[in-house]
């Protein structure tokens, strides 16, 4: 078995909160799940963090579609089964793009598969050396910042506001406030699922990677998350974050965004690259 196989990190916070950190592809990542403030049935994301090899991992975020049936179980269902198709690929020694993207072809057939109607978006940021890419379906989203705050990769929510500002007719601002936020057009567990694939992103010293849930993403701007993510500790910045989205769940202030909603999030830094 190759080394670091059996580390494989998973989350599914399906009533209390969690967190991890783990060691991983010369770095450290720190994962957190929780539900929506008040909610009495469990938390419909999973996340997933997945080393490929000693200088590789896969970080995935999950998110079971709201209001349709057995949300929790297509987000598990299309997590565990994209680790299990990545640890076949490792074995093989199969290269980690292929490997992805052959992971979530088989993620999406094992959610059609449940035959309940279920869907689930899902996020992958792939790390490999000093480099980054991401796999997009869904909402959820990956952003990779400098130190300094320079955003490297943002990817774009498959929505009707994603792709409004994409094509810059709505900002984000007001994207956050729009009436259509909700809506999602890409999932898996459908015939039509889509690869959004990112382009390599070369990551430099500190750099920090982030991919969340819509339940961030929809109540905190970029530039906040940035604030928070680019520097310091990687506990502090998950508490900070995850605290300043849970204050605009429980309460719209100040034209601020309030979407309550359950909330995850992945946090990956390398500190040093020569241990890539």
Known sequence: MPKGIEEIVLL???????QIQVDVAGGVAVAYSCREPGKETENEDSVAVIPYGPAAAVLVVADGAGGLP?????????ITTLAESLRTAMERTVILRTAILNGIEAA???????????????????????????YQ????????????????????????????????????????????RHLVSNFLGTNDMRIDVGALVKLNLRDTIMVASDGLMDNVHVEEIVDCIRKGPLDDAVSSTVDLARQRMAAARDGQPSKPDDLSLILFRKPNHDAA
């Open 108 to 134: 999406n057939e094992a959610v059609l598969a449940l035959a309940n109607g279920s869907a689930t978006t899902m996020t992958v940021l792939a790390i490999e050396g000093r480099q980054a890419r991401s």
């Open 137 to 180: 379906i869904g909402d959820s989203e990956a952003i990779v910042v400098g130190q300094r705050g320079l955003i490297k990769l943002q990817t774009t929510a498959h929505s009707p506001t994603g792709f409004a500002v994409e094509a810059g007719f709505l900002d984000e601002r007001e994207a956050l406030h729009h009436a259509e």
């Open 12 to 18: 599914d916070a399906a009533f209390e909160p969690q």
């Open 70 to 78: 057995a949300g929790k179980r297509a987000s598990l269902t299309a």
